[in-house]
């Protein structure tokens, strides 16, 4: 394993972010969970554990690689910018600290001083009015990487199903003229990569859905599938890809169907994420493909509505932060440092 830490970004302090983090920091030891240090928010976090009453000392670190020493006695959070705990008040401040710490945090990957990033959630429209560019934090990491936005593969994985949104944060009436065959080409391809180099599956199998229902019937609903996304297959496995469909999504989730493939492709997002967070809400992941760094989030979002109230579960961030140790320790045993 690595002993480089994980950098965890605090995600919008007025979330349950700072409580998902401190639960995960608590159930180190029973979860096996690898050393991780918080991205700036120090006080933020500290408040947020007296809020709770949990027995969780703070401790900040100047440098990421003090982070694994301190780990088993006290959170570590990276010293240098810092903010205020106000569960379920998000405001312009509590968004600008979140852009920091995931700034930091990602910096802290791309340079080499953590084995992976682990976003806490942040809110898209609170971030964008502080300055954040991209639709999300998927998009935004591939811009850290030197890379087109386009270049990363968002992919919702838990333990019964995985499944990549094709297009993600658009309007649905646009999804059929964003999708294109190269584009399905493309992040097919991201994905049995990643599949195989993170995840350790030889040859994954995907199942690629239709955009209609009944994938179009014959093209009595729909043409997609037989101009754009047919065609996608069959490039796919000319390059040797295991790629078959497109398929009915309606069936494709039922226990029988997903015996068959590793990752289902899905047109659009919430054609993929319905599917994992009805099956595994609280143990799914976030996780980015196609980067030259290792990037994981829960599959939830900030939930304001319960922020402070203690009602919050942490296994999708503890499940993010298993599986980034997981794919940090593969690539590190793939390099030769095992
Ligand atoms: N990875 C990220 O940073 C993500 C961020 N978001 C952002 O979150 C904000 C809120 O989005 P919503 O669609 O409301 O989704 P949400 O996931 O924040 O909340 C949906 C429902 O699930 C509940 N919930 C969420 N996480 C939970 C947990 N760990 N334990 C118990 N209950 C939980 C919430 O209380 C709410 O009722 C949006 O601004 C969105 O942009 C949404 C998804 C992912
Ligand atoms: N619905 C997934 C989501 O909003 C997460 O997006 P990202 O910030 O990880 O790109």
Not at 59 to 84: C, K, N
Not at 195 to 208: H, K, N
């Amino acid at each position: 394993m690595s002993q480089r830490p994980l950098a965890i970004s605090l995600g919008d302090p007025a979330g349950i972010g700072p409580e998902i983090i401190i639960a995960a920091w608590l159930a180190r030891q029973d979860r096996d969970i690898p050393a991780f240090v918080v991205a700036g928010g120090a006080n933020a976090l500290r408040k947020a554990a007296r809020a709770f009453s949990l027995d969780c000392p703070i401790e900040e670190v100047t440098e990421p690689a003090a982070a694994s020493g301190v780990f088993g006695r006290a959170l570590p959070v990276l010293r240098g910018f810092d903010g205020d705990y106000a569960p379920s008040a998000p405001d312009p401040a509590g968004a600008k600290l979140a852009l920091q710490s995931l700034e930091r945090a990602t910096q802290l990957a791309t340079d080499g001083d953590a084995s992976a990033v682990v976003t806490a959630p942040i809110a898209k429209g609170l971030l964008e009015q502080v300055g954040f560019t991209h639709p999300g934090q998927t998009e935004f990491l591939a811009a850290a990487c030197g890379l087109p936005d386009d270049a990363s593969v968002m992919m919702l994985a838990g333990p019964t199903l995985r499944a990549v949104p094709l297009t993600v944060h658009c309007p649905l009436a646009q999804v059929a003229q964003l999708l294109s065959t190269e584009l399905i080409v493309e992040r097919g391809r991201t994905t049995a990569n990643a599949l195989t180099r993170d995840f350790g599956i030889a040859r994954p199998r995907l199942a690629v859905t239709g955009l209609n229902p009944h994938a179009g019937e014959y093209g009595k609903f729909g043409h997609e599938e037989a101009d754009v996304i047919a065609p996608a297959i069959a490039a796919l496995k000319k390059e040797g890809i295991d790629a078959s469909g497109p398929y009915p999504a309606d069936a494709l989730f039922s226990p029988h169907s997903r015996a068959g493939f590793d990752v289902a492709l899905c047109m659009y997002h919430d054609q993929a994420l319905i599917p994992v967070k009805a099956l595994d809400f609280d143990q799914g992941v976030n996780v980015t493909l196609g980067l030259p760094i290792i990037r994981t989030s829960p599959d939830h979002g900030t939930a304001f509505d319960i922020a402070g109230h203690g009602l919050a579960n942490p296994g999708a961030m503890i499940a993010a932060l298993t599986m980034a140790g997981e794919c940090a320790a593969r690539r590190s045993l793939a390099h030769g440092n095992g």
